[in-house]
């Protein structure tokens, strides 16, 4: 998370759960509604991109923060997700033509700019009727109110007893939660680049990091390296992802005919797949080893020690 996005602190550096809770929902529906007109305009991607994000964020705060907050009916995390997946199709097709336009298009020989300027078309075609749906969810009742009920909550909020607590003392429980089963999931252990448990895995990792950024100003500084080391696996997996989702695109119909007509491309595609597959093993081979996993047990039970010691009990 940004600097300027981080939540500010109590005065003693110990806020109460909600204080926190509160402190992130203000500051994604603040940039949701800041950054509605320019994704509406649709004169930028990049808009569209931190809409996305705020909602992820949006998202990830409701779930995490659930127990501790008392929430006005209707303001539920599933309802983010819902209006983000809308978002979703419209953000692939955006990257799957800039994939394209750079830096392969001029690297391609006339013939096969000719075949893969059918594709960009259809890519445009698909962009337009999901842009359609988006302005649709955007727009549609369900999601304005429940960003009309986040603001009216934000003026009083209500937190359950958990969420009375002060952060410190509960903060290995949290993080502990939220971590519980990474390293067991199959993904770590496929031996095929286009797995399906890659991309739930990536998805896995993309959501730990998300519910995790709240917590990043009281965690220990070695666990903020392990953190950068997600987002960087999260990236190689998600370059992966995208490619094997573009080159099925490429090749499906009515395209299929035209596959002999792209060689190029296709061979451009599978040497960026070896690249991110080779990466990827490298870094699933150094997170997942025992020793990364016994460090990152104690780096997670850390506050917990920190904080018997500073009352004593240590």
């Keep these: 998370m940004p600097a300027a996005d981080l939540p500010v602190l109590a005065s003693d550096g110990d806020p109460r759960i909600g204080d926190l809770a509160l402190g992130l929902i203000q500051q994604q529906v603040r940039r949701l509604g800041q950054l509605h007109h320019a994704v509406l305009a649709d004169e930028d991607p990049e808009a569209l991109h931190k809409l996305r994000i705020s909602l ?24 983010i997700a819902r209006v983000a997946r809308r978002t979703g199709l419209t953000r692939d097709l955006d990257v799957f033509r800039e994939r394209l336009e750079h830096p392969w298009w001029p690297q391609l020989p006339e013939g096969e700019q000719v075949a893969l300027a059918k594709a960009m078309a259809r890519l445009k075609r698909d962009r337009r009727q999901a842009f359609e749906g ?4 955007l727009n549609g009742g369900r999601y304005l109110k429940l960003l009309a009920l986040l603001n009216q909550w934000q003026a009083a909020p209500s937190y359950s007893l958990l969420g009375q607590q002060r952060l410190k003392p509960w903060l290995s429980d949290w993080v502990c939660h939220l971590g519980q089963g990474l390293f ?8 095929d680049p286009a797995a399906e448990d890659l991309h739930e895995l990536r998805k896995r990792i993309k959501g730990l990091r998300y519910n ?11 666990m903020l390296g ?23 695109s490429l090749l499906s119909q009515p395209l299929r005919r035209k596959a002999s007509s792209l060689p190029t491309l296709q061979e451009a595609i599978s040497q960026r797949q070896q690249q991110h597959w080779q990466q990827w093993q490298a870094q699933a081979g150094r997170l997942s080893s025992d020793a990364n996993r016994q460090d990152l047990h104690r780096l997670i039970l850390a506050p917990a020690e920190n904080q018997r010691a500073l009352l004593g009990q240590g």
């Design 226 to 248: 392990w953190i950068e080391e997600l987002k960087q696996a999260q990236t190689v997996l998600g370059e992966l992802h995208d490619l094997t989702v573009l080159e099925a």
């Design 184 to 191: 067991l999931h199959n993904g770590w252990f496929v031996a």
């Design 134 to 137: 988006m302005v649709e969810a």
């Design 56 to 79: 992820r964020r949006l998202r990830s705060g409701l779930e995490v923060f659930a127990p501790a907050l008392l929430l006005p009916e209707g303001v539920h995390a599933s309802r």
């Design 212 to 222: 995790l950024e709240p917590f990043i100003p009281f965690l220990p500084t070695k």
